[in-house]
């Protein structure tokens, strides 16, 4: 893998749920595969409110705890991210096989104009994934889980202007 790395942000929308921590759990045990490989460098929750579980998961792991009142969790979570580009789950995305080679290949060779890259996410509701195909023609205006984004684009607000053309990726994002 290369020197490149990137910041992990995985968005925690309700951490009294307890189903909600596990899928965190599940997302972030995933996330050490990254590490190993090279490619995730640090990891940043950002949690809906405040969570003793999920301040717990983040001193175990070893990431950043952000709380975020409203506007783009990803943009939040850049805020605490160290790496140049961030990569934005949510809570129980589970990367398959094959993304850290092809992420890593991604940030490897993506130029200064590149917009964003786009993890397949066959699980996201039917509006999610409506979005999705208009956003692949005109661009995407927010960052959504499954991007991969260059984190100054996220710390420049909640909205991208102008829109980020989007470089689908072939790995793809289950949830089990």
Do not use: N, Q
Not at 26 to 39: F, I, K, N
Not at 121 to 141: C, F, H, N, T, Y
Not at 146 to 163: K, N, Q, S
Request: hydrophobic fraction near 50%; proline fraction near 5%; aromatic fraction near 4%.
């Amino acid at each position: 893998m290369g020197a490149l790395m990137l910041s992990a942000v995985t968005f925690l929308a309700d951490p009294a749920d307890p189903d909600a921590i596990d899928r965190l759990a599940d997302t972030l045990s995933v996330l050490v595969s990254g590490v190993a490989g090279g490619l995730v460098g640090d990891a940043v929750i950002v949690a809906g409110r405040e969570s003793e579980a999920a301040a717990s998961i983040a001193d175990a792991t070893g990431a950043a705890l952000v709380l975020h009142e409203g506007g783009s969790p990803y943009a939040a979570g850049a805020a605490a991210a160290r790496r140049d580009w961030v990569l934005c789950l949510e809570a129980g995305d589970v990367p398959a096989e094959g993304w850290i080679r092809t992420l890593d290949r991604f940030i490897g060779t993506a130029r200064p104009e590149t917009g964003l890259g786009r993890l397949h996410r066959p699980a996201a509701g039917l509006s999610d994934r409506l979005v999705g195909r208009i956003e692949a023609l005109i661009g995407a205006k927010r960052a959504r889980a499954g991007d991969v984004v260059r984190r100054e684009a996220l710390r420049a607000g909640a909205v991208f202007a102008p829109r980020l053309k989007i470089r689908p990726l072939i790995a793809r994002i289950d949830r089990p």
